[in-house]
């Protein structure tokens, strides 16, 4: 576990950024609240020279990230956030392609289904879809990231493709996780700890989430909450999360968990930092620190995918 101090540069954008949110926190968000949500990420600086192309991968709609130099053979799947009730693939375009850039693959963002119109299972079965989608158009290497939502159904994920391997389904090389929701039973100590602390999220929101997601079925069930999956045989995992965020407890458990059952993982927590801080290039220096890191970690994995040679990487 790597603990980054926050920034001075940074301490006037956070504490503007949390008086700006102040006036909204605790506000349940459900399906009205998806061009607002798509606006604030379609807001992330585009990277250069990263052309976008609608597509239809394993049968799932959404798009590619096209790179002018990717590396042969080598594939990024991209799972954006939203609570699995909000975020688009097109909305993601611009902060996923700033990954896909610094992984040096090219990248498909699935526009996976959504809550409350189509519940459990339907975005972890479109997750497996686009994955193997991959697979059939013949990528040899794979690495997938995501964030909140999507960092949970990364690590969902890399468990169920883990239980393939006697199927001979390649094989993950790596993941990255930007603050995962691990546990949609809402069970981490930092709902009490980060209550006040978290700038953007209460209990209130993230159960209307869950329950606008699940419609009654098990928060415990390991598609839904990876937390609880078996974490035998994974890929090396990177997760970065804010100090200052009630799922905290979700990133440090699940690495706890996953770390005991012999998985290679690198947790970065950044202080004073809020929920997938890293969408904020050009406002927060920690977020260009932090992409860079898991550029860094995603490409490492897809030059060297033994795991007798991969060694942690730190940020």
Known sequence: MTIHSLLPEDAPAVAA??????????????PEARPMFDAMFAA????????????TVGGIAGFWLRLPNARPGARMLYLHGGGYVLGSAQALT??????????????????????PEHPFPAAIDDAI???????????????VAGDSAGGGLTLSLLSILADDKTKGMVQPAGAAAMSPWTDLALTGDSFETRAGADPIFTRGVLQAFADMYLQGQDATN??????????????????DVGDDELLLADSIRYADRA?????????????????????????????EQSVDAIGAFLRQRLIDVSPSNSTPSEA
């Open 94 to 115: 611009n902060f996923a392609g700033q990954i896909a850039v610094r992984v040096g693959a090219d990248t498909f963002v699935p526009d996976y289904r959504l809550a």
């Open 259 to 287: 770390r005991a059952a012999g998985v290679e993982v690198t947790l970065s927590i950044w202080e004073g930092m809020p929920h997938v801080f890293q969408s904020s290039l050009g406002h927060f220096l920690a977020a």
């Open 222 to 239: 390991s598609k839904a909450s990876p937390l609880y999956a078996e974490l035998n045989s994974l890929p090396p995992i990177r997760i």
């Open 44 to 55: 992330t600086p585009a990277a250069a020279d990263v052309r976008i192309e609608p597509a």
């Open 17 to 30: 950024m949390r008086q700006a949110a102040s006036a909204h926190k605790g506000e349940k968000l459900g």
């Open 129 to 143: 879809a686009a994955y193997r989608g991959l697979v059939a158009e013949g990528a040899e290497r794979i690495v």
